[in-house]
């Protein structure tokens, strides 16, 4: 049997019980080299391979599946935050069901979730922004045009991106565009739940500068919009005079 796990950001606790459960019960285990921290292999088991994929190509990989698929072994798939967010997984599983190789996804905890929580922030406040847009700049893998930095970020709601950091000249540019205005709240959050976890807070104004003044070039969320600073109203959910299935409000 075959397992994608979501590692989780960083810290080990992250992962999910269910994936912790599997990861030392596995025969081999694939894991995503420097973007899952190497301390999650401790809870394997003695006999366990490993094989570190990021000198592997998707061929190498799937083909130390096959193997242990026919000696009976279990395998690991070990993928950084949630497999199901930039972590090419669809490639693999179309190549596994080719094959009618029987595999299972357990999600993670993504990065954009844990950078919101270094913050202690909320993506959805009331009257401010009920839209989170997961998304990343283009570089070595293309962009669709309508899904461009500047045409999501006129939406105006928050935005989590990913692997874009080392543009971030580029980034704050489009924001810009898209924004229409300087003022926007930034975080960027390098290496989320990692101990070397560093949070950078600005504006579209200056989060640049500070990114470059901290050496940031890789590993980090950069999140935008109001949900960072800002007045937002209360939630209704937990108003008094708002009625629900569970609660009559007081009028």
């Not at 960083?10 to 080299?33: Q, S």
């Not at 009257?127 to 847009?133: D, F, G, L, P």
């Amino acid at each position: 049997m075959i397992y994608f796990i979501g590692a989780g950001p960083g810290d080990v606790d992250l992962i999910t019980v269910k994936g912790r459960t599997i990861l030392e019960g596995a025969d081999i285990v694939i894991y995503a080299g420097s973007l899952v921290w190497e301390a999650h292999l401790k809870f394997c088991k003695k006999q366990c391979e490993f094989y570190n994929s990021a000198s592997m190509t998707l061929e190498a990989v799937i083909d130390v599946m096959q193997k242990a698929e026919k000696l009976g072994k279990t395998t690991v798939r070990l993928h950084t935050g949630d497999p199901s967010i930039y972590g090419a997984i669809r490639e693999q599983m179309d190549l596994l069901n080719m094959q009618d190789i029987i595999y299972e996804v357990i999600p993670g905890v993504s990065s954009f979730t844990a950078s919101c929580a270094a913050i202690k922030r909320e993506f959805t406040l009331p009257n401010v922004s009920q839209t989170v847009i997961i998304t990343r700049m283009e570089g070595k893998t293309p962009v669709p045009i309508n899904e461009d930095l500047e045409l999501l970020a006129a939406h105006k709601c928050s935005m989590a991106i990913f692997l874009s950091v080392q543009d971030i000249d580029k980034v704050v540019e489009k924001l810009m565009k898209g924004y229409q205005r300087e003022d926007v709240p930034v975080a960027v959050v390098y290496k989320a739940t990692w101990p070397e976890q560093k949070i950078v807070v600005g504006t579209l104004a200056d989060i640049a500068e500070k990114v470059k003044q901290e050496n940031i070039k890789n590993f980090s969320q950069i999140l935008v919009g109001d949900f960072i600073e800002g007045a937002y109203e209360r939630s209704m959910l937990y108003h008094p005079e708002f009625t629900h299935a569970f609660r009559e409000g007081v009028k």
